[in-house]
């Protein structure tokens, strides 16, 4: 299972940008599709995720401003980043895996760098 991730880059605080991921290669029935990411010095952390049947979670964080979706009968996931703000800055990883556990299989991550 390949998962390659677009988009991100560097932007200025409150603008937008969209990170879309498409997994490839012989892909289990994994139920949720994601994005993670990792700021310099912290933790990775979840920041949203969505199911086959269409339930998302976000973290606290990111609500109100990031929207992510999931093609229905494909394996791809695109997150919507709007009002970015400096604490967003992070390497943000694409993910799928199993309702309830822990990402199965994650991406080579990509940049998104918000500064003025």
């Known amino acids: 299972v390949e998962l390659v991730e677009s988009g991100g880059g560097l932007v200025q605080p409150g603008g937008s940008l969209s990170l879309s991921c498409a997994a490839s290669?012989?892909?289990?029935?994994?139920?949720?599709m994601g994005w993670y990411r990792q700021a310099p010095g912290k933790e990775r952390e979840m920041v949203a995720t969505a199911t086959t049947g269409g339930r998302t979670n976000y973290v606290d964080s990111v609500k109100g401003r990031f929207t992510i979706s999931r093609e229905s009968g494909r394996n791809t996931v695109n997150l919507q980043m709007n009002n970015l703000k400096p604490e967003d800055t992070a390497l943000y990883y694409c993910?799928?895996?199993?309702?309830?556990?822990?990402?199965?299989?994650w991406g080579q991550g990509t940049q998104v760098s918000v500064s003025s």
């Open positions: 290669g012989s892909i289990p029935e994994f139920e949720v």
């Open positions: 993910t799928l895996g199993a309702l309830g556990g822990t990402p199965n299989y």
